[in-house]
């Protein structure tokens, strides 16, 4: 059975001072770069530099990590690779559709700008945390914080890599019961928001309202989508499933599941980092490789094999 390929886009916390140097010189990218920053208001260029914690605002990390994304996309159909499939990590699924021709690069630069805002303002009315809970999956994590309030599994990243989003009194409280379940370390991240919750539901709901007037065309390759990581091309449908994106959890380690599911597959990380690679390997099923530890050619004779 041939190999298919899968491109995968991460999200937010993936993001690196420097990282749109390392990315090949795209004509393109840099007419998007003016764009993103007439959107924003904001010196983006001067943000891709660092330092880490300027990259980390919310408002300029999401429009950064799209571009980052997209141009990595461009650059691997440039080298004759074309991917049977793609999928994105939270942020990340929005590069995935604009390069799946769901709607254009500028389009979705757009809605990631509003979306940057939507999350931002919403972060600083009702702060919140996000941490990451190691060494134990998603349903020992559910059952130990089922009894606490304002907290919630954000995402499924794999196995022993479960991330749970909340109020700051009920990540400490959830941290606690974690540990006593037998997770290692219960690490909280560099976030200003318990984003992939219910408390996100303002931004939810106003961004729902953006996509509903959003031109959604057909995929030209199966999506493989955060709230329903299963194979879809039609355009409603993949409009309908973003809907849900902001305020429902991550179902990253069902995504990898399927995709192997549906035949052998490698996995391209095409964005900053390498976190998914990592996660895809550590999943099983699959191959995988990403495009800031590996170069274009051994990712073409990876792929060929």
Do not use: C
Request: charge should be negative.
């Amino acid at each position: 059975m041939t190999t298919r390929i899968a491109f995968v886009f991460p999200g937010q916390g993936s993001q690196h001072p420097g990282m749109l140097e390392e990315i090949p010189e795209l004509e393109s990218l840099d007419r998007l770069l003016d764009a993103a920053e007439a959107l924003s208001g904001l010196d983006l260029r001067s943000a891709a530099d660092g330092p880490a914690d300027k990259l980390a605002d919310t408002l300029v990390a999401q429009p950064l990590l799209y571009l980052a994304d997209w141009a990595w996309g461009v650059t691997l159909l440039d080298s004759g690779l074309e991917p049977d499939a793609v999928a994105g990590h939270s942020l990340g699924e929005l590069a995935a559709l604009a390069l799946a021709g769901v709607f254009s690069p500028e389009a979705g630069l757009e809605l990631v700008v509003e979306r940057s805002k939507l999350m931002a303002q919403v972060s600083a009315e009702q702060p919140g945390k996000m941490a990451a809970v190691l060494g134990l999956g998603r349903a020992l994590v559910t059952e130990a914080i089922a009894d606490v309030d304002d907290v919630w599994v954000a995402n499924d990243n794999g196995p022993g890599q479960v991330v749970i989003s909340g109020t700051a009194d009920a990540i400490k409280q959830a941290a606690d019961l974690l540990r006593g379940a037998g997770s290692p370390r219960v690490v909280e991240l560099s976030v200003s928001g318990a984003f992939h919750s219910p408390l996100m539901a303002n931004a939810g709901d106003a961004f729902a309202d953006l996509l509903i007037g959003a031109e959604f065309a057909d995929a030209k390759v199966p999506v493989y989508q955060n709230t329903n990581p299963t194979p879809e091309t039609r355009g409603e449908i993949i409009r309908e499933r973003l809907i849900g994106q902001i305020t429902s959890p991550v179902r990253w380690t069902e995504t990898m599941q399927a995709l192997a599911e549906d035949g052998p597959v490698t996995i391209i990380e095409s964005g900053p980092g390498t976190v998914l690679a990592g996660l895809a390997k550590r999943i099983g099923g699959m191959s995988a490789v990403s495009v800031e530890s590996d170069s274009l050619e051994t990712i073409v004779d990876e792929v060929s094999r």
